[in-house]
């Protein structure tokens, strides 16, 4: 069935490099993505979020970059910091006659390393 | 302003059993959606209320209910419980159930079945 997923399950970075999470979604006619960060024992964290409209925004150090071409989508954190250490999700929002569901990856280990 | 809450934050049962797990959404919010969380696993889409209503259901055996109530808060109810019920479980809300609302999530409530 549809799914979105990710090319790496684990990452490690030194502290202050840039890192870049990747993710493959494959429903087309998803029109609305976001990425999460979830620390251990917590609850996903909305980090950034892009329309289909879009191919690229920026935040706060992240950006997040949509090929539809190619069913892509990516997020970049740049200066990375000790705290940015957690598990990242991209998430597909699909509509289906009406109704709504978020579809998410299996999610990316981000490690950065002092 | 509060975010989502859940409780309780650990619960443990054994197989057969019924568990009930609370969410209170961020005031204001109308939807709420329910997420299992298996260990080393993404998240699953369970279910998706809105004023009251079950909009949306995952792939989830009828075990798997819930409600939500007239103050938007929500209950999920699992059934005969099993083995591999055990995950933690996300609530999340949104302002409202159209597309591209972003979901907020809360800590979880980590369920284990013995």
């Known amino acids: 069935g549809e799914s979105v997923g990710l090319h790496l399950p684990t990452l490690s970075v030194q502290e202050g490099d840039n890192s870049i999470i990747n993710c493959a979604y494959s429903?087309?006619?998803?029109?609305?993505f976001i990425w999460y960060k979830q620390e251990s024992g917590k609850g996903p964290q909305f980090i950034i979020d892009?329309?289909?409209?879009?191919d690229k925004r920026q935040g706060q150090r992240v950006t997040v970059l949509l090929n539809k071409t190619v069913k892509h989508l990516s997020l970049q954190i740049a200066a990375t910091q000790p705290g940015d250490s957690a598990v990242y999700f991209c998430?597909?929002?699909?509509?289906?006659?009406?109704?709504?569901?978020?579809?998410f990856g299996q999610g990316t280990r981000l490690t950065i390393n002092p | 302003e509060a975010g989502v809450t859940q409780s309780p934050t650990h619960l443990i049962k054994t197989r057969g059993q019924q568990a009930t797990l609370r969410c209170s959404p961020i005031?204001?919010?109308?939807?709420v959606y329910w997420y299992q969380q298996a260990l080393g696993l993404g998240l699953q889409f369970l279910l998706w209320?809105?004023?009251?209503?079950?909009?949306n259901r995952g792939n989830f055996p009828p075990r798997f209910s819930g409600r939500q109530f007239p103050n938007y808060s929500s209950e999920l109810n699992v059934n005969a419980l099993e083995l591999e019920d055990s995950a933690l479980y996300l609530c999340?809300?949104?302002?409202?159930?159209?597309?591209?609302?972003?979901?907020?999530f809360g800590p979880g409530t980590r369920l284990l079945v013995l």
């Open positions: 429903n087309s006619a998803s029109d609305y």
């Open positions: 892009i329309r289909s409209n879009m």
């Open positions: 005031s204001g919010h109308t939807s």
């Open positions: 998430a597909e929002n699909q509509r289906i006659q009406g109704a709504q569901k978020l579809v």
């Open positions: 999340a809300s949104s302002l409202a159930w159209v597309a591209e609302e972003t979901q907020y």
């Open positions: 209320y809105d004023e009251g209503e079950e909009r």
